[in-house]
């Protein structure tokens, strides 16, 4: 993988021949460039949150709670940016959220991000609710790392069928997302009447899934009118309890993952259980307006778990120093999430591919300047709350 240094550097060469980087490499103007290419349904689908938006817009000030304290005079020439994770090695603590319906972003979608990870080895989450069905991604991807996102729905053996099919084509991981039984409020698709699922869009994993089918009077190609509304009678599962997390887990020889876990009393449930590992997310601010923000709710889940499985960080990362903050706090990876899609809504694959490279180098570049050879230096000495007078 390539160092930051080189990727500043290909950037600069290309300058010098009058051929500047056309991909944003500021996150506000690339939020902007992809605001100017979507449908302003898609792109406030993907940009808006739950109620006032509160939690959303905290996600991202939390990281101004913590200052980085850069050491110096240590020898940072070569450094290691991989993590070892239920058994696999990855290049970087660094992985693509679980983001649902990216064709209504791209005609390509999922397929045009899972190649551009599987070029990077940048493990992928494929949503439930994706455009393109499980098997298909992962033909795209090979053997590059995968991981799958289950939204368990109300019939358990649909459920049973959606994971046994990630085994078959192997995704390394099940994330169970926990804090979207149902949607929330959210004024901004409600100001458009838009649900993309409404529109069958998202939904492929359903439209091919055999159980899914059968519960139908006729295929969806026929009658995709119906397919919609049988869809949206198994979404969510409001019942859900720690009880079938555990039975979730003889059902499975992939490591189980909650997503959304937010309390340390959830971790600690979590842990006891037996799940694998948990994700420390509040789904992006899409779901309860005043939520804690995700990265102050970190250090206290990572309390909580005692080193016992692995804490990952989800909500709000922009860059390289945000990362590195995410770790310091105790998180062994983080997700990158609304970025990605306005990567892949700009330029289709080659966005995102681009984006991806671009955040590396940064994280990078940001490892070594704090004085780390590797993420296993990153530790909690390295950040220090920022005080106001």
Request: proline letters at 7%; glycine letters at 8%.
């Amino acid at each position: 993988m390539e160092t930051g240094m080189e990727r500043q550097l290909e950037i600069y060469r290309k300058g010098l021949f009058g051929m500047p980087e056309p991909f944003p490499v500021d996150y506000m103007e690339l939020e902007s460039r992809a605001h100017e290419v979507l449908k302003p349904t898609a792109f406030d689908y993907v940009a808006g949150g739950a109620g006032f938006e509160t939690t959303m817009d905290a996600n991202l000030n939390a990281f101004d709670a913590y200052w980085l304290v850069p050491r110096m005079l240590r020898n940072v020439a070569v450094r290691d940016r991989s993590i070892q994770l239920f058994g696999h090695t990855y290049p970087a603590p660094i992985m693509v959220a679980p983001i649902g319906v990216q064709g209504i972003i791209h005609p390509d979608g999922e397929l045009a991000t899972a190649r551009a990870c599987a070029k990077l080895g940048i493990p992928m989450v494929l949503s439930t609710v994706s455009s393109y069905s499980i098997e298909h991604v992962a033909e795209v991807m090979g053997d590059a790392p995968r991981w799958f996102q289950l939204y368990h729905p109300r019939d358990p053996e649909l459920a049973l069928s959606f994971i046994q099919r990630a085994e078959q084509a192997g995704y390394q991981a099940l994330v169970l997302t926990l804090d979207t039984h149902m949607l929330a409020w959210r004024p901004r698709d409600l100001t458009h009447a838009y649900l993309p699922f409404m529109q069958g869009d998202g939904l492929a994993n359903y439209f091919s899934d055999p159980v899914f089918r059968r519960g139908l009077s006729a295929p969806p190609e026929e009658d995709p009118g119906s397919a919609v509304m049988h869809f949206a009678q198994l979404f969510g599962n409001s019942s859900l309890t720690w009880e079938d997390v555990a039975r979730l887990k003889v059902n499975t020889r992939l490591p189980i993952v909650l997503k959304g876990i937010l309390h340390p009393d959830d971790a600690r449930q979590a842990v006891a259980v037996g799940v694998d590992g948990i994700i420390v997310s509040n789904h992006g601010g899409r779901q309860v307006d005043g939520a804690i923000p995700a990265l102050s709710a970190l250090p206290t889940v990572v309390e909580a778990v005692e080193g016992r499985i692995p804490v990952l960080f989800d909500s709000g990362i922009r860059g390289g120093s945000d990362a590195l903050k995410a770790l310091a706090l105790g998180a062994t990876a983080v997700f990158l999430g609304r970025p990605v899609m306005w990567a892949l809504a700009i330029d289709g694959e080659q966005g995102v591919h681009t984006y991806l490279r671009n955040f590396l180098a940064d994280f990078d570049l940001v490892l070594g300047l704090t004085g780390c050879a590797s993420v296993r230096e990153v530790t909690r000495d390295l950040i220090q709350p920022a005080r106001t007078a």
